[in-house]
């Protein structure tokens, strides 16, 4: 009886991991590493309010992580 348990709980999980599954899982990922960079360049510029120019100077990587998380995720 046991092995009839464990046998029907692999069946029933083996079809979680389905390419639509394993696509959403990553989109999400994605998505949570846009949000955390985006959350660290928000500080970055709430830092460097009072001057602006430095503020582009020292927030500017921030940006390019976010293209490039972006890029990534487009492929």
């Known amino acids: 009886m046991r092995i009839l348990v464990i046998v029907g709980l692999f ?3 083996s079809g979680c991991f389905t390419p639509e599954y394993k696509v959403g ?3 999400a990922a994605v998505l949570e590493e846009q ?3 985006l959350k660290l360049y928000r500080a970055c510029l709430e830092k460097y309010q009072s001057n602006p120019p430095e503020a582009k ?4 990587h921030y940006t390019q992580a976010l293209y490039s998380v972006d890029v990534r995720g487009m492929k």
Do not use: M, P
């Not at 100077?57 to 500017?60: L, S, T, Y």
């Open 11 to 13: 069946l029933s999980l």
């Open 35 to 37: 949000a955390a960079i």
């Open 25 to 27: 899982y990553a989109k």
């Open 57 to 60: 100077v020292n927030c500017e």
